[in-house]
């Protein structure tokens, strides 16, 4: 293995040479009917956090299969196996949650990823690494990625305080998926 | 308002944000019209949390943009795999 080739395996970022589209994938309009591919990056929440936003957007919006995926580390960008494997099974994807520095770049990166593979995505970072997030988006040439920031913290609430995040979130998702009609 | 106030100035919501991760962030002058960006972990350092170098040196080269200088390097924690 060449040093060039080892650097590229092992890059944090998940910049792929040329990965430079700063394109958002189509917007859906409507949620009716969508399988949504939930992915959880292990934080402590993730699950819950999402499956509260899923349960909302299944209530309001109609959504039709929810599929829940788990990353197999939060601090650095999807796997290939596991991101060509959601591709090809979901509608849209919904990734969280970035609390922490490395995790919040890692679920941006996650959301351009799925963006430039024609998935439309919503990233969910905790405002405290809003900073984080927006330099990973800038790094990988797509300064334009909008993410929900939901508000710090969210590893160490309790249930009914992740309802509370999911309450802010989800207007959010709406907005950057395009959604404007109620099931 | 001096220039190091000014360095200051521009890093503090990046310090929060490291030390929300357990880091502490310092910076020292590298010349005229550089500087160098520390992060050293405290005790209770996450060390899965740390940013990645390149969107760290990202966002330390543009905090620093409105300041009087220009990032000239990150230094993260010994042993560091970011």
Known sequence: ?183 | MSETTSVDDALASFREMMAADGYLLTWDPAGEDKVVVRIAATDGACEDCLVPLPVMTNIMAKALAPTAYELDHVELPPGATH
């Open chain 1, 1 to 183: 293995m060449t040093t060039s080739t080892r650097e590229a395996l092992l890059d944090p970022t998940g910049a792929a040479e040329g990965a430079s589209d700063g394109t958002l994938s189509p917007r859906p309009v409507t949620l009716k009917g969508l399988t949504v591919g939930l992915l959880d990056n292990t934080k402590p929440n993730s699950t819950l956090l999402l499956d509260e936003i899923a349960a909302d957007l299944k209530r309001d919006y109609g959504i039709g299969e929810i599929k829940h995926y788990v990353k197999d580390y939060f601090g650095t960008p999807i796997k290939d196996e596991l991101f060509q494997q959601i591709v090809a099974e979901v509608d849209i994807v919904i990734t969280a949650v970035g609390d922490c520095g490395s995790c919040s770049a890692a679920t941006v990166a996650d959301g351009i990823m799925f963006e430039r593979a024609g998935i439309p995505t919503v990233s969910i970072t905790s405002d405290s690494f809003a900073m984080s997030g927006q330099a990973m988006a800038d790094v990988q040439g797509f300064p334009g990625f909008q993410f929900v920031m939901v508000q710090h913290p969210v590893a160490s609430l309790d249930s009914e305080h992740i309802r509370g995040r999911a309450d802010q979130a989800v207007p959010e998702a709406l907005r950057i998926l395009g959604v404007t009609e109620v099931a």
